[in-house]
Each structure stands twice: as C-alpha cells, then as structure tokens.
C-alpha cells in the first residue's frame, strides 16, 4: 500500500482574508485544530483547502457571479490583491514517506489550473475532505431520518449502494403484493380442488367399496325403477 | 463519484452477488436474478419490474414442475 500523504504547508496570498503571504506549518503536529476570534481568517483556511482540490478552482459557498454581486471565483481574492499588485494565489506541501511535493493554483484570472500533487492528493479522497457547518446544522436540525441518511450516503460516496437498496425495497412490496394477490390464489385454489378432486385422502375400506359398487348400484336401481312388461 | 470509488462499489456488488449464490441456505436461483437484476453498479430501469417478473416465473416453475412421463406397460 502507499504511503500516505500529510499537510507539511499551506499558504495563502491574496486569498480571501489574507492579504500579504501567510504559511501554516503543519509539519510539527499531524492533527489540527484552528481556533481564534471571528473575523481572523480561520474559513479562509479551510477555503484555501477546497479551493486547491476543487475541480474548477473555486468554492461551493461564493455562489454564482451575477451583474449585482462580487460572488463567484472573483471573490477568491483579497479586496486589496489587485490595489496592492499581489497575485493572488494557494500552495501546498506534502510528503509522502520521503518524498515531498509541492504544488502552487493561482486564485484569479479565467484559468486556475490545478496543480498535479493536488489532483494525485484529490484521486486519495474517498470521502469529501470538507463538510461545512451549515451542512452539518442543516443535517441536524432540519433534515429527516431519511434525508440525513441519504446525506450521509451522498458524503460517503454511496450512491450505487443506495439505488441497490431502493431497488430491493421496491421489489420486496412488489413481490409480496403478487404473493397477496387473492385472484391468483383463487385461481390455485381452484386448480388445486379440480386436481385433486378424485384424490383419496385417506383410506377408507368402506368408502372404497362404496365407490367402487357404485356402477352396480346406480345400474340396479336402474333396473328397479324401470316398468315391467 | 471518482471512477475509481464506482469500480469498487461494483466489484463489492459482484462479490456480494457471488458470495450470496454459493452461500449455503439461500435460495441459488433467487439469488442468482438478485445478482442479475438489482446487485448492478448500472441497473436497468425497468431492473426491478425484470427481477419481479424472473421471481414470478422462477414461482410459477416451481409450483407446476414438469410432469414424470409413465412407460406404458
């Protein structure tokens, strides 16, 4: 199996709340917590994060860019990068037993390509590496059982599994409505009796006989109840 | 979802339709339009109404097997 990757460093320049260049070192502690007032800059870093694995080089939270808003990738940078001639921009390191790579996106501009260690570090994920707050609040609070359990499914990448399940249920209400089904039972039922309508259930001598003489019978009575000449 | 996470997920369905088929005590033949029908990566979307209609007939065989011939004489 290989070796797995670890944050050495992250730094942001120009982006969101950081304007001049600023590098966390993560190298010292494997495990991490970031805490610190509102308004210093701690979802910037989490945003720095998304932002280097995302596929289009951006953030689920800036929305859409439209006529009336700065959202979008746009708002990726600083208020003051442009003012202040910074280029805005994220860049990683990582190690993986030895070997460190490093890897820089650039957060303006139409191409914000992604950098080859974020997309080898990315094919690793097998479950989203950010779930925001507000997801989780909304989870909690908000959502059903069923809807926090399809969630789930959506974070842990199980959707095939799902749609399995779905399926078998709807199958077990179909099959269980066939298995109900009075008309067929019915029509069982009456095949079965037409079937089985000559059958002997249990041996019984005198029965036997009684059937058996039933030709003569029926024949004398026949006879008997015929006019004499 | 990353090529590499469906492939997985659909060779754990193979497997688990496989391991389901050989396992002793459940029912091969049910199994087997289990593994068929609905234990796909891709099902069809009609997968359930074919699986239904495979376990109707499977019910249907099983409820009017073919009759023993008699030689005569």
């Known amino acids: 199996m290989a070796d797995p990757y670890f944050f050495q460093s992250l730094n942001l320049t120009g982006f969101r709340a950081y304007l001049q260049p600023k590098t966390f070192d993560f190298s010292k502690k494997r495990c991490l917590a970031i805490f610190a007032p509102n308004g210093s800059g701690k979802s910037s870093v989490v945003d720095a994060l998304e932002f280097m694995f ?8 800036l929305g859409q860019r439209a006529i009336n808003n700065k959202a979008g990738p746009i708002a990726l940078a600083h208020n003051l990068a442009e003012e202040a001639q910074i280029a805005p921009a994220v860049a990683i390191s990582v190690i993986s037993g030895k070997d460190v790579t490093n890897g820089s996106r650039v957060a303006a501009g139409a191409k914000r390509v992604i950098p080859a260690v974020a997309t080898t570090v990315n094919a690793c994920f097998s479950v989203s590496p950010i779930i925001r707050g507000h997801a989780l609040r909304t989870f909690v609070e908000i959502h059903t059982p069923e809807e926090r359990y399809a969630d789930v499914a959506k974070w842990l990448q199980l959707g095939p599994l799902v749609e399995v399940q779905k399926n078998l249920r709807s199958l077990r209400s179909q099959i269980k409505i066939a298995a109900e089904n009075e008309t067929a039972l019915q029509r069982v039922d009456t095949q079965l009796a037409r079937e089985t309508n000559q059958a002997v259930k249990s041996w019984n001598a005198a029965a036997v006989l009684f059937h058996a003489s039933s030709p003569v019978r029926n024949a004398t009575a026949r006879n008997s109840s015929a006019p004499s000449r | 979802m990353k090529p590499n996470r469906r492939r997985r997920l659909i060779t754990f369905l193979k497997a688990l339709g496989a391991d389901l088929t050989a396992k002793e005590g459940v029912d091969a033949a049910l199994a087997a339009i289990l593994t068929t029908h609905i234990l ?19 019910a249907a065989e099983r409820a ?3 009759k023993v011939e008699v030689a005569n004489g």
């Open chain 1, 54 to 61: 995302s596929k289009d080089g951006t953030l689920e939270r």
């Open chain 2, 40 to 58: 796909k990566g891709a099902p069809s979307q009609n997968a359930v109404a074919q699986a239904k209609d495979a376990i109707v007939n499977l």
């Open chain 2, 64 to 66: 009017n097997p073919p």
